[in-house]
């Protein structure tokens, strides 16, 4: 199983990005999938979750800005990020449990 992520870039703070996160390979089933942030030095943070049937948890940090969805159909997970701030920079990993993605950089200046 391989996770996929892109969409990560540099953005003005205020600014939006959306990431992809693709599941390929030797799929059995897809259940819960979520997305962390790492920032050098610092531990890795959980940012959003979603189930298969679209139950959604997010960080506090990251409520009322950030949007996780899926396509289930494409093996395809989403984080939609909105209003993003410099505190926000990190490289974006997603996760099906216990397969982790290759991370994205997303870079937010002030």
């Known amino acids: 199983v391989q ?11 205020g600014g939006s990005l959306r990431l992809s996160c693709t599941v390929s390979g030797s799929i059995v089933s897809i259940n819960t999938m979520d997305w962390y942030r790492q920032v050098p030095g610092r531990q890795r943070e959980f ?4 189930t ?8 506090d940090s990251v409520k009322g800005r950030f949007t996780i969805s899926r396509d ?4 395809t997970m989403y984080l939609q990020m909105d209003d993003l701030k410099p505190e ?23």
């Open 72 to 75: 289930n159909a494409k093996n």
């Open 88 to 110: 926000d920079t990190a490289v974006y990993y997603c996760r099906e449990s216990p397969y982790w993605g290759q991370g994205t950089l997303v870079t937010v200046s002030s």
């Open 52 to 59: 298969y049937g679209g139950r959604i948890n997010y960080a």
């Open 47 to 50: 940012v959003a979750s979603i």
């Open 3 to 13: 996770l996929q992520a892109s969409g990560g870039g540099l953005v003005q703070a």
